[in-house]
C-alpha cells in the first residue's frame, strides 16, 4: 500500500480528464501532457510504502470473533453465524465493525487473511495452498484480492520476499 502526495491525485485528474480525448489534441498539448506523465512518475518513485493495518478491536464481543478468526482464518462462517456464537445480533456487530475499526466485517476478515498469507507466503507456501489455508474458494479470487490490498501478486510477493 502507497501514500502519494496530492498532486499526484491532481496530475492523474488532469491526464484522465473526458476532455482530453474529445478533441484532436495540439503539439502544445502533447507537450504538456508529456511533462504531466514526468511529474508522475517523480512523484510516484517518491511515494512512500505503508504498512498493511489491521485495526485491533476494543469490544469484547468484536475481540471474540478476531479470536476466532485468527486461530481460523480460512473460517468462511457468517457474521450472523459469529454472532449467534457470541451472543450479538449481525446488525449489532456490523455497527460496531464500521464505527470502531472504520471498516465492514467482510473487509476486516479479508485483511486478516492477507496478514496470514503474507506469513504463509513468507514461509515458502505456493499460491494455491495460501489461497485456501486463507479462505478463498479458488486460487484466482486470493490473487484478486492479495494484489488489490498489497499491490503486487503473491507470486511476485513471495519472489521478492524469499522464505526465510
Not at 9 to 27: F, G, K, M, P, Q
Not at 138 to 160: E, V
Amino acid at each position: 500500500m502507497f501514500t502519494a502526495s496530492g498532486l499526484v491525485r491532481e496530475v492523474l485528474l488532469a491526464l484522465t480528464d473526458s476532455r482530453n480525448y474529445d478533441r484532436v489534441a495540439s503539439d502544445h498539448d502533447r507537450a504538456a501532457r508529456t511533462r504531466l506523465r514526468r511529474v508522475l512518475v517523480d512523484e510516484l518513485h517518491e511515494a512512500h510504502e505503508q504498512p498493511l493495518i489491521l485495526p485491533e478491536p476494543r469490544d469484547d464481543r468484536l475481540q471474540a470473533i478476531a479470536r476466532m478468526l485468527r486461530e481460523q482464518p480460512a473460517d468462511n462462517t457468517s457474521l450472523a453465524e459469529l454472532g449467534r456464537t457470541i451472543g450479538a445480533s449481525a446488525r449489532t456487530l456490523s455497527r460496531l465493525f464500521h464505527n470502531e475499526l472504520g471498516m465492514t466485517f467482510y473487509e476486516w476478515r479479508t485483511q486478516l487473511r492477507i496478514y496470514h498469507a503474507l506469513v504463509l507466503l513468507a514461509d515458502g507456501h505456493d499460491t494455491t495452498h495460501v489461497a485456501h489455508a486463507c479462505g478463498w474458494a479458488n486460487p484466482s479470487s486470493f490473487i484478486t484480492a492479495f494484489t488489490n490490498i498489497i499491490g503486487t501478486t503473491p507470486g511476485r510477493y513471495r519472489a521478492t520476499h524469499p522464505a526465510k
